[in-house]
């Protein structure tokens, strides 16, 4: 049975790739264009034919795992059905030359999304795909969001783990869900504190804000991981990004509360 599953997927990942090769990206691009309309939807449409395009190339390696090409394929639907759900709301594509090709053949907006489909490839955390694919369908509607910066975000999301961007989405609430206002070292002993899977967590805390995602307003810098006082914690600069792009503010209630207890825990 399972055999025959994968059999199945194994077929649908060809014909995938085949589509791809011919007539899928075209025909994705035509109806997207279509969908959202005049001379900006054509530019949407164009780059999600050339998504699925490079989505089709990358599954059709022969030597491509299964699990990565499913990754692939889940980031192109995921993408495709939030630009189309943008459209619906009312959301204007930019106008930026985000679309459009410079002088070595490439526009901005098929290299963001070439970076997306290799990240999502290779994101062995299941649960970054779907964030990913929000990423690239938002950028797409912010021209605040120059493409060097669109760029940067994607190495960015790459480098994170899936708890460190869920650290992003509780610290943008931090008020809302009781974070502690109290530095580790107050908690309790560092031997208690690095404990289990707490040192991982505090670990990731500490890396997000070394790389300026978070910072303290009006504290001065900590210099280490146990200086942390996590609910005076601020999301700033290419945090908001981040948090803006890839939606953090629908993150899963449930998710964030758990992530809290762990942050408040007190050792006994």
Known sequence: MNANRKRDATDRSE?????????????SGAVVGAVVGGV????????????????????????????QRTRIQEVVRLAMAAISQLQAE?????????????????SPAQEI??????????????????LLATFLAHLAFHPEVAPEQGNFLVRTIDQLTYEQIALLALLAR????????????????????????????Q???WDIYRRGLVQAPGIGMWLNWTEIAPGK?????????LYELMRLADFDRDE???LTARLNWVPQ
């Open 113 to 130: 999304a070439e970076g997306v489909l290799q990240v999502a490839r290779d994101a062995y955390e299941q649960k970054k795909v779907p």
């Open 15 to 27: 014909q995938l790739a085949e589509a791809g090769t011919n007539t899928a990206g075209a025909l």
């Open 90 to 106: 009312g959301s204007q594509p930019r106008n930026d030359g985000f679309f459009e090709a410079r002088d070595r053949g490439d």
């Open 256 to 258: 964030l509360q758990r």
């Open 233 to 241: 914690m601020q999301v700033v600069g290419a945090g908001t990004n």
């Open 203 to 205: 670990l990731e805390l």
């Open 174 to 201: 931090s008020s809302e869900f009781g974070v502690t206002e109290r530095p580790f070292h107050d908690l309790g002993s560092l031997s208690a504190l690095a404990g289990g899977d707490r040192i991982s967590l």
């Open 40 to 67: 900006d939807g054509a530019a949407i449409g164009a780059l999600t034919g050339e998504f699925v395009r490079m989505a089709s190339t990358m599954i059709s390696h022969k030597l491509l795992p299964q699990r």
